[in-house]
């Protein structure tokens, strides 16, 4: 089975970046899709953004729509999330995952990162 292990989280300042990574042990398969997602303390896990294989058609959380940018370099079996102008309630633990279904819901994503902590502070 595919593994995913997150790289790239940090304490950045409210209005930095951060840019997270996603690699794959292995390839997957073309119809396969990858997702974003994150988790604070006490709080359900929520979509941030996800991507097809072939790197059609992104979809972003409203909360991030326009700072966020989620990219895949398919020969590096990579997975990015380019985070911009990251506000204090971006913090959270971002994890990766792998599913088979076009969907922002968590449940549907077979294979899971262990994550990366992600803080923004004021």
């Known amino acids: 089975q595919v593994q995913l292990q997150e790289s790239g989280g940090g304490t950045v300042q409210d209005g930095g970046s951060l840019r997270l990574s996603c690699r794959a042990s292995a390839r997957s398969s073309s119809n396969t899709v990858l997702g974003w997602f994150r988790q604070a303390p006490g709080t359900e896990r929520e979509f941030v953004a996800l991507?097809?294989?072939?790197?059609?058609?992104?979809l972003y959380a409203d909360s991030v729509k326009g700072r966020f940018t989620i990219s895949r370099d398919n020969p590096a079996n990579t997975l990015y999330l380019q985070m911009n102008s990251l506000k204090t309630e971006d913090t959270a633990i971002y994890y990766c995952?792998?599913?088979?279904?076009?969907?922002?819901?968590?449940?549907?994503?077979?294979?899971w990162g262990q994550g990366t902590q992600v803080t923004v502070v004021s």
């Open positions: 995952a792998l599913g088979s279904q076009y969907t922002s819901d968590h449940r549907e994503y077979d294979v």
């Open positions: 991507i097809r294989y072939r790197g059609y058609s992104p």
